[in-house]
């Protein structure tokens, strides 16, 4: 008697699960068909500015620019690889990034014009990699917050937004021995402002992510951290090995 009632209230509760899995299903293509879409921007743009530097000669911009557009698609051709979907928040900063960096920055001068726009996009771009990193050693402990404390969780990911930051310059300054171009500007105090502003921004990001572990969450950073989190479960939950105990 009693199987029988489970039986039926379970009979009775499948349409509404089915119902659920049919909404997240098309949520997951939605968010997808989204990613696709900013992704095509990005490519949009940042092609045109390639072709536009081919058509002027202009080789050396139009590598920096090639560049750029690799590593501003690589998070969503990455992300599709893995199986991973990214908010699309990330992606949409990522194009404005690129717009800023490409077509304001090299097109229309803005680093020569706006004292502060090198600065203001490093600091940026230090945030967004601290929020990387973040995410990356969160998904080291499985998601558990409780695995290691959140000051060493958040600073694993600070050294890791600044050691790309280092990278970053060590590539500019390539650039500049090998192909001639400026990207250091100014040579030793650029760099030396750039790093310390990818400092700033990665202490920013990564101080995000210590308070999404407290529990905290205010502002887009700590938004977009939630986001990727909730699309990602899998990367964040403990699997049970064969004896069934948790990996």
Same mark, same amino acid.
């Given at each position: 008697?009693? #199987?029988?009632?489970?039986?039926?209230?379970?009979?009775?509760?499948?349409? @509404?699960?089915?119902?659920?899995?049919?909404?997240?299903?098309?949520?997951?293509?939605?968010?997808?068909?989204?990613?696709?879409?900013?992704?095509?921007?990005?490519?949009?743009?940042?092609? #045109?500015?390639?072709?536009?530097?081919?058509?002027?000669?202009?080789?050396?911009?139009?590598?920096?620019? *090639?560049?750029?557009?690799?590593?501003?698609?690589?998070?969503?051709?990455? *992300?599709?690889?893995?199986?991973?979907?990214? +908010?699309?928040?990330?992606?949409?900063?990522?194009?404005?990034?690129?717009?800023?960096?490409?077509?304001?920055?090299?097109?229309?001068?803005?680093?020569?014009?706006?004292?502060?726009?090198?600065?203001?996009?490093?600091?940026?771009?230090?945030?967004?990699?601290?929020?990387?990193?973040?995410?990356?050693?969160?998904?080291?402990?499985?998601?558990?917050?409780? *695995?290691?404390? +959140?000051?060493?969780?958040?600073?694993?990911?600070?050294?890791? *937004?600044?050691?790309?930051?280092?990278?970053?310059?060590?590539?500019?300054? #390539?650039?500049?021995?090998?192909?001639?171009?400026?990207?250091?500007?100014?040579?030793?105090?650029?760099?030396?402002?750039?790093?310390?502003?990818?400092?700033? #921004?990665?202490? @920013?990001?990564?101080?995000?992510?210590?308070?999404?572990?407290?529990?905290?969450?205010?502002?887009? +950073?700590?938004?977009?951290?939630?986001?990727?989190?909730?699309?990602?479960?899998?990367?964040?939950?403990?699997?049970?090995?064969?004896?069934?105990?948790?990996?």
């Amino acid at each position: 008697m009693v #199987g029988n009632v489970i039986e039926g209230h379970i009979g009775s509760m499948r349409p @509404i699960l089915e119902h659920c899995n049919v909404n997240t299903e098309v949520t997951n293509m939605n968010a997808r068909r989204s990613n696709m879409e900013v992704a095509t921007i990005i490519a949009l743009l940042l092609g #045109g500015a390639l072709i536009a530097f081919f058509i002027l000669n202009d080789w050396k911009i139009a590598l920096i620019g *090639a560049v750029t557009l690799a590593l501003s698609l690589s998070p969503y051709l990455f *992300a599709r690889r893995l199986g991973v979907q990214l +908010p699309t928040a990330f992606l949409t900063l990522t194009s404005l990034f690129a717009f800023g960096s490409i077509f304001l920055g090299e097109i229309l001068n803005f680093y020569e014009r706006v004292w502060w726009w090198d600065l203001f996009l490093h600091t940026a771009s230090g945030i967004g990699v601290g929020l990387i990193g973040f995410l990356l050693v969160f998904i080291l402990f499985k998601g558990d917050r409780y *695995a290691a404390p +959140p000051y060493a969780i958040c600073g694993m990911a600070f050294v890791f *937004a600044v050691s790309i930051g280092t990278f970053w310059e060590l590539f500019e300054y #390539g650039m500049d021995q090998i192909f001639g171009t400026t990207m250091q500007k100014t040579g030793r105090d650029d760099t030396m402002s750039d790093l310390l502003m990818n400092t700033l #921004g990665a202490s @920013i990001g990564s101080l995000f992510g210590y308070f999404y572990l407290l529990g905290d969450r205010f502002g887009l +950073p700590s938004r977009l951290i939630h986001e990727f989190v909730k699309k990602n479960g899998h990367l964040y939950s403990r699997r049970k090995n064969r004896r069934g105990h948790e990996n």
